[in-house]
Nanobody, 125 residues
Framework: QVHLVESGGGLVQAGGSLRLSCAASGRTFRRYSMGWFRQAPGKEREFVATITWSGDNAYYTSSVKGRFTFSRDNAENMVYLQMNSLRPEDTAVYYC??????????????????WGQGAQVTVSS
């Protein structure tokens, strides 16, 4: 089991940047694919990005591709989501998640067993 804690959320103007961090506990962290999901008010949780266990490959939903970068540091048990050129529609609670049975990344929330508490990101226009 992995325990996840997000940090780095906040309020930013459109066009600005934020970096979300997610600290993971557990010795087997490096074997897990990791993901970021988000949930805006009144909307369902949606996939944002996923990264393979090695960190060699990351995949993004189309609306954030080219603006967000997902990275991981397995030595430090950390993952990061660098968010640039933020837009008001990026406003949401962002969740870090771990998929212990998947090493190649996953778009599907059902494959993630462990979730953080969420970090609020608010982008003003």
């Amino acid at each position: 089991q992995v325990h996840l804690v997000e940090s780095g959320g906040g309020l930013v103007q459109a066009g600005g940047s934020l970096r979300l961090s997610c600290a993971a506990s557990g010795r087997t962290f490096r074997r897990y694919s990791m993901g970021w999901f988000r949930q805006a008010p009144g909307k369902e949780r949606e996939f944002v990005a996923t990264i393979t266990w090695s960190g060699d490959n990351a995949y993004y939903t189309s609306s954030v591709k080219g603006r967000f970068t997902f990275s991981r540091d397995n030595a430090e048990n950390m993952v990061y989501l660098q968010m640039n050129s933020l837009r008001p529609e990026d406003t949401a609670v962002y969740y870090c998640a771990a998929a212990p049975k998947c090493d190649s990344g996953s778009y599907y929330a059902r494959e993630y067993d462990c979730w953080g508490q969420g970090a609020q990101v608010t982008v003003s226009s």
